[in-house]
């Protein structure tokens, strides 16, 4: 299956700021998607990023809020922006395993904390 | 009401211990069902994947999936200090497979 680098692994950051998260994988894949893990809470998503086209929001997810780049098909980057307290979250890349059906392998995520 | 219901535990068990955790679903488009692992500080990682009803069986884990109850079930047999982690469910299906729906997990621990 796909290995994938998260950076930064962890950040703490100021409210007012944004911080942009890099997805490096291995290998080539058509569709990266980008999850929101919240404290006690399960994963929810916040984007598909195709290579070539703008991302596919979820609803309650606005690109002005989260921008989402996808210049090739090995790496894409989520930015978070104008921060709050709110969005201190762990977030999430992942892509599709081969040959699982729907099943996704993940990175280690970023715990993002804003003060 | 969740689309996906999880009980968030934390569930204790003693080492060797048969561990049974269980997921609710409203939607019965759902076809494909999954079971993710999670460390603390670390992503999840693909435990089983099941399509359709039926069991699925890989080492010491079984996966179940009963439609008809709209209830899914991960069994850890001969559980080690080692399983401790949370375990989330996650199911897709209709019109956007690709997206998974997420339970909120369940913390287990088992203990030496």
């Known amino acids: 299956s796909a290995v994938i680098s998260q950076k930064p692994s962890r950040d703490i950051c100021q409210r007012g700021t944004s911080l942009t998260i890099q997805c490096q994988v291995d290998s080539q894949v058509t569709m990266m998607f980008w999850y929101r893990q919240q404290p006690g809470q399960s994963l929810t998503l916040i984007a598909t990023a195709n290579q070539g086209s703008e991302a596919t929001y979820e609803s309650g997810f606005v690109i002005d809020k989260f921008p989402i780049s996808r210049p090739n098909l090995t790496f894409s980057t989520l930015t978070v922006s104008n921060m709050s307290p709110e969005d201190s979250s762990i977030y999430l890349c992942s892509v599709l395993t081969s040959g699982t059906g729907y099943g996704y392998t993940f990175g280690s995520g970023t715990r993002l904390t804003v003060v | 009401q969740k689309e996906v219901e999880q009980d968030p535990g934390p569930l204790s068990v003693p080492e060797g211990a048969i561990v049974s955790l269980n997921c609710t679903y409203s939607n019965s488009a759902f076809q494909y069902f999954m079971w993710y692992r999670q460390y603390s500080r670390k992503g999840p990682e693909l435990l089983m994947y099941?399509?359709?009803?039926g069991n699925k069986e890989d080492g010491r884990f079984t996966a179940q999936v009963d439609k008809s109850s709209k209830y899914i079930s991960l069994f850890i047999r001969d559980s080690q200090p080692s399983d401790s982690a949370t375990y989330l469910c996650?199911?897709?299906?209709?019109?956007?497979?690709?997206?998974?729906?997420f339970g909120s997990g369940t913390r287990l621990l088992v203990r030496p």
């Open positions: 996650a199911m897709s299906g209709g019109d956007s497979s690709y997206k998974l729906i």
């Open positions: 099941t399509y359709s009803s």
